[in-house]
C-alpha cells in the first residue's frame, strides 16, 4: 500500500475527517477517505486523534445537564400570553400542508417503488383530497369564504411526478407561492389545481411561470395554464 | 412506529397546536440547551435563551421554509441569540481563548488526580477553546452536522467551515501539548 505521498493532498483529505467519523460526508467523499485510510497509515493515526476528540467532546456535552422546568413554563406562560392577547386564526385550507404531513408516511423509495404503487400513491392522495376538500367545505369559516375564493387569481392545472416527496412538493408550492385549490380534477389523471397569484396575471406572466414549473421535471409531471 | 417529523410539528406549529410545541421542545429542548451553554458559559443565561429560541419558533414557524432541517433551524436561531446576549456582556470576547477563564483546579486533591487522567484534559482543553473554535468542535462532533448545515448555521462559507475546524483542533492539540499531552499532531 502506498502512502500518500502529497501533503496538500493528505490536509485536503485530513479536513474531512472529522465529518468522516461523524458519517455526515457525502457516499463519495466518505469512500475516498476510505481508501486514503486504508493506504496512508499515518493519516490512519490522526484520524483515531479526531476519533478520540469526537467521544470526548460527547462527554462534555453529556455532562452539562439539561436546563430546569422553569424554562419550559416560562416558555408556555410567554405563548399563552402571547394567545390571549392576539389569538392565531384557526388552521386555514392549507392543503399543501395537509398533503405534506399525509405522505411524510411514505419515503421517496416508496413511492418511487413501482409504478404501480405510485398510481396507488396518487389514489390514496387524491382521497385524501377529496376527503379534506369536503371536511373544510362543511368546517367554519371564520378565516374567511377560502373555497369561495377558488375562482380569483390565476391558476395551472398540475400533475405531480411520482417520486415529489410530500415536502418537495411543499417547497415547490411554496416556493411559487402558489397554493393548491382543488383536486383531483374530474379530468382524471391525478390533476390538481394550482393558484399561482391572487390577482389575475397577464397571460405572459402565466406561461412564464408554468414553463419555470415545468423545468422542475423532479415535482412536476405535467403542467399546463388553466381558467 | 414512525415518530412525527419535525417539519410536521413545525407545520401544526404554524397552526397553532400547542402540543407539538411541546412535542419539539421535549425532542430539542438538551441540545439547544447545550449548544447554548458552551457559548455563553451560563446556566441561567442559557436558560433564558433558549426559552427565547423556542418562543421564536413558535412564532415563526409559519414561515419555516425547509430549506434546512428544523434542528439546524433552531441552532441557527440560538446561536444568533448567544452571541447577541454575549454583545451585552462585553467582558465575553467571542473570538478570543477562553483558558484564562476556565477554573485552575490544581488545588483540589481530588481534581488532581482526575487531571492526570487524559479523557478529562481533553475534556478541559475543549472547554478552553475560544468560543469561535468551541462551536464548530460542538456543531460537527456533538450535533452531528455536516459543513452544509454548520456553514447554514454559523453563516460562513463551507470553505471556512472546513479551515476553522481544522484550526479549532490545532489549537486544542497546542493546549493538550501545554499540559503535557504530545499527540504527534499538527
Redesign the interface.
Known sequence: MNAISKEPERQEL???L??H?????SRRDSDRIERALAADGELA??YA??R???A??????E??G???A???E???G??DA??ARA??R???F?LA?RI??FL??FTPRTLAWATGVAALAILVQAGVITAVVLKDDSAPVNGGPKLASVNRGSFAVVRFAPQATA?EI??FL?AYKASLVEGPLKAGGGLYRIRLAEGALPPGDVGKIVHQMQEESRIVGFIAAAD | M?S??D??LI??I???D?LA??VL?ARH??RV??FV??LVRNETT??DL??EV??DV??QAGRF???SSVSTWMLAIARFKSLSALRRRPEEEFDEDSTAAIEDEADDPHLTLEKKDK?AL??KC??GLSAQHREV??L???H????E?VAAIVGIPESTV??R??YA?KR?AELLKAEGIE???P
Open positions: 485530513e479536513m474531512l472529522p465529518w467519523a461523524t458519517g455526515t460526508l493515526r490522526r486523534l479526531v478520540e476528540e469526537l470526548e467532546t460527547i462527554h462534555l456535552n455532562s452539562l439539561a436546563p430546569s422553569r424554562v419550559m416560562k416558555l408556555f410567554a405563548i402571547e394567545e389569538p392565531r384557526p388552521p386555514s392549507d400542508a405534506s404531513e411524510a408516511g415536502s411543499t417547497n411554496g | 414512525q412525527t417529523s417539519e410536521v407545520g401544526r404554524a397552526n397553532g400547542r410545541m411541546q421542545y429542548h438538551v440547551f447545550r451553554i458552551r442559557a436558560e433558549i426559552s423556542f418562543l413558535w412564532r421554509q425547509g430549506r479523557s481533553i475534556q475543549l472547554a468542535i460542538d460537527v462532533y456533538y452531528d452536522k455536516s459543513v448545515e472546513k479551515t475546524t481544522f483542533r486544542l499527540r504527534g499532531w
